[in-house]
């Protein structure tokens, strides 16, 4: 099926080569990266987590997400979601690699990815959260390719694939919940030493992902013309509401915890994001976006004649999208770790070096996301031309 991704507009050829040159740029600042080390981030001994891992923990949300389709067609037989699934379960594959990708450009020389598996260690999340990372992307690109071959044949999937089908649904819980426990395993972090942190985690992704792929989506139909279905979206859009309203419930819940509580290593952290702490506050403006956003988002989506207006949705997405980003690809981090358990204050900036990584990494996320929605819609587009011929 490969073969349908070679057939193409200029418009087609054009995005696949700008993204060949931002992978290009990429790889550049990624050898100086290789050749003078995490010198050249903003990390430091206080902030050993930045932009890299906090990119991996938002695009694991985005995978998971794939889930809120899966579940509800192959269990449940909601066949609106016929046309859309599909492309949930690419998105899932194109998130996967770019959270491999980020998690190696992490590591500072690519081949200490090698130790995780020549010298597992097993009371490591990591190892754990790299495994299962893997099993899920391999299980989605084989199912996602053996029922888009079969939809191609005009035949039902084979029956092995149900049972990996139905193993993706609490794998894809088990990635982002393990991908918490990567925090709130630390003690001395007060501001992820919290048991509610995996269901923030989860709930975020159910909000974030669902958005993405409502976005996509829209664009896909802009540009293609196939229409996955107003039903199918409208679902995906209430979906979307009910996850974001419990994200910005889960805050309210950590903000009353910690400050009715007045616990100093814990409060200091959200007064650091929210209100800065001894005159630094460059992640205030941020926080305060993030939350607007979100309460905005809620505003737009919960009345449905608002939600169902494409022009509004789109709006509505790019807020939630914007919500969840911010709160864990910019305040996850850097509130974990500043103030640090000495209640030092060491701010965290990228650098530009680091966010030309992070570009090219999106880059290559972004190509294999178009080689395969270019594959899917090859194949869509033989099943109607067949069913009208």
């Known amino acids: 099926m490969l073969e349908l991704a070679l057939r193409g507009s200029r418009a087609y050829w054009g995005w696949l080569g700008l993204l060949v040159l931002t992978i290009i740029a990429g790889a550049a600042a990624y050898a100086q990266q290789v050749e003078l080390g995490l010198s050249i981030t903003g990390l430091s001994r206080d902030v050993t987590f930045g932009l890299y891992v906090a990119q991996f923990t938002f695009m694991v949300g985005v995978a998971a997400s794939a889930v809120m389709l899966v579940l509800p067609y192959y269990l449940h037989h909601y066949k609106d979601f016929g046309r859309i699934v599909i492309l949930g379960e690419f998105l899932a594959i194109a998130a996967v690699v770019m959270c491999i990708l980020f998690v190696t450009v992490d590591l500072g020389k690519p081949q200490r990815v090698l130790n995780i598996l020549l010298h597992p260690t097993f009371n490591s999340v990591m190892f754990w959260d790299f495994n299962v990372l893997s099993g899920y992307m391999l ?21 092995w694939a149900k049972p990996l089908i139905y193993f993706s649904i609490p794998l894809a819980v088990s990635i982002h919940t393990v991908t918490a426990f990567l925090y709130c395993g630390m003690p001395g972090r007060g501001f992820w030493l919290t048991a509610i942190l995996a269901p923030r985690f989860l709930v975020s992704a159910f909000a974030a992902g669902p958005a993405v792929l409502i976005l996509l ?56 994001l929210y209100f800065g702490l001894h005159g630094h506050s460059n992640l205030v403006p941020w926080m305060w976006s993030a939350l607007a956003m979100g309460a905005a988002a809620v505003v737009l989506l919960i009345i449905p004649r608002w939600r169902g207006n494409p022009a509004l949705l789109a709006i509505s997405c790019l807020l939630v999208f914007g919500c969840t980003w911010i709160d864990k690809g910019l305040g996850m981090m850097a509130g974990g770790f500043i103030p640090s358990p000495l209640h030092q204050i060491t701010e965290y900036i990228p650098t530009g070096l680091e966010i030309m990584i992070a570009l090219g990494i999106y880059a290559v996320g972004a190509l294999i996301l178009t080689v395969l929605y270019k594959v899917a819609l090859g194949v869509k587009a033989e099943k109607a031309a067949a069913a009208h011929g």
């Not at 084989?142 to 029956?159: D, H, I, M, S």
């Not at 013309?225 to 199918?232: E, I, M, S, V």
């Open 139 to 159: 299980l989605n690109l084989v199912v996602g390719w053996v029922t888009l071959e079969a939809e191609r044949k005009q035949l039902p999937p084979p029956g």
């Open 217 to 272: 989506c829209m664009l896909v139909k802009r540009l293609t013309g196939f229409d996955t279905g107003q039903r199918a979206l409208m679902t995906l859009a209430k979906i979307v509401t009910y996850a974001i309203i419990l994200h910005l419930f889960f805050f309210l819940l950590e903000v009353f915890t910690v400050f009715y509580s007045a616990i100093p290593s814990h409060t200091s952290h959200f007064i650091y």
